[in-house]
């Protein structure tokens, strides 16, 4: 059980790159989240997947793109890299079904500076 | 635009002290709020969870919700050096799944 894996650990990209980052979770969750971290600025939330099929902007959703693959898989897109997305990712998820719990659990973070 | 505010800190406490963290948020029908810690270079964890106002202990934990004052705290009782880490409020709102993070309390406890 390994919980929410997502990939790659550190990626460094050029101005006008593109990446995908890649999200899983085995927890059977309904929702999946998009999170970026800036120093002392939190968790800001990018894109979230209420559910399998479903996907809603966050706060700053400027610059990304997901696709909810299926109800494991949550990827979040950069189609051209810019300074200002150098940041920590990190995907979550929460709720199993018929499941009042609304714990987030995190993945081991992604960190990504452009150049 | 939701917000939750918390001090940026560092909060300094001496081994075995009690540590208080605090948390504002601006919308007011929220419900549901949350403490999770972050180690340096880690991810969050969930600490405490509190829906009610009051008090809600756990272990060394102890958050406390003051709806009409906007307000959530957490306290650490009996500070470990193994409890400096960055504390961050959620708040999620009313309706759905969304959490709102504050920037993130760093707490040092010296031995």
């Known amino acids: 059980n390994a919980g929410v894996t997502q990939t790659p650990k550190f990626q460094v990209l050029k101005t006008g790159q593109s990446m995908t980052l890649q999200c899983a979770q085995d927890?059977?969750?309904?929702?999946m989240y998009w999170y970026r971290q800036d120093p002392g600025m939190g968790l800001r939330l990018i894109y979230y997947?209420?559910?399998?099929?479903?996907?809603d902007k966050g706060e700053v959703p400027n610059g990304y793109n997901v696709s909810r693959l299926n109800k494991r898989e949550f990827s979040l897109r950069l189609e051209s890299a810019a300074p200002s997305q150098t940041s920590v990712y990190f995907c979550?998820?929460?709720?199993?079904?018929?499941?009042?719990?609304?714990?987030?659990?995190f993945g081991s973070g992604t960190q990504l500076s452009v150049l | 635009q939701k917000e939750v505010e918390q001090n940026s800190g560092p909060l300094s406490v001496p081994e075995g002290a009690i540590a208080s963290l605090n948390c504002t948020y601006s919308d007011r029908v929220s419900q549901s709020f949350f403490w999770y810690r972050q180690y340096s270079g880690k991810s969050p964890e969930l600490i405490m969870s509190?829906?009610?106002?009051g008090d809600k202990e756990d272990g060394r934990f102890t958050a406390q919700l003051n709806k009409a004052s906007q307000y959530v705290s957490l306290l650490i009782r009996d500070s470990q050096p193994s409890d400096s880490a960055t504390y961050l409020c959620?708040?999620?709102?009313?309706?759905?799944?969304?959490?709102?993070f504050g920037g993130g309390t760093r707490v040092l406890v010296k031995p």
């Open positions: 959620a708040v999620k709102e009313a309706a759905g799944n969304k959490l709102t």
């Open positions: 997947s209420a559910s399998e099929g479903t996907t």
């Open positions: 927890m059977n969750h309904n929702s």
């Open positions: 979550a998820s929460s709720g199993r079904q018929f499941s009042t719990n609304e714990k987030l659990f």
């Open positions: 509190i829906y009610s106002n």
